[in-house]
């Protein structure tokens, strides 16, 4: 009887665990013998990777349009003054400076605004 018992709760504990997992909510599946299943919804990623790289591509398209409408020597001129102020200032004077995928966008947009 104590195999039995082991046995009961090892599948009560299986059971416990997986409802647990369905507070996410749940997805059904139909397997191939036509039996409906409930499993648990898998978890999204916790790390909002999506709304990074969308910041990421808006603040490259702001830099793209700041320097396509004051140029690339006004530009310039702009973040060395950045480099020169208070600590904050220079941070965002390195995020403002020019990478190749500003310059990128900017004469994309140079060429197709033109």
């Known amino acids: 009887m104590g195999n039995a018992e082991l046995e009961f709760d090892k599948r009560l504990k299986k059971i416990v665990r997986r409802h647990d997992q369905m507070r996410n909510g749940v997805s059904h599946v139909m ?6 299943i409930a499993r648990p919804r898998r978890r999204a990623p916790r790390f909002p990777l999506k709304g990074v790289l ?14 396509y409408n004051l140029g690339g020597v006004t530009y310039g001129e702009r ?19 020019a990478d190749p995928a500003t310059l990128w966008v900017a004469q994309q947009m140079r060429t197709f605004l033109h």
């Open 31 to 36: 397997t191939r013998d036509g039996l409906i």
């Open 54 to 67: 969308m910041l990421l591509a808006a603040g490259i398209l702001f830099k793209a349009l700041m320097y």
């Open 79 to 97: 973040v060395g003054q950045l480099e020169n102020g208070t600590v904050v200032e220079q941070a965002g004077a390195w995020v403002m400076q």
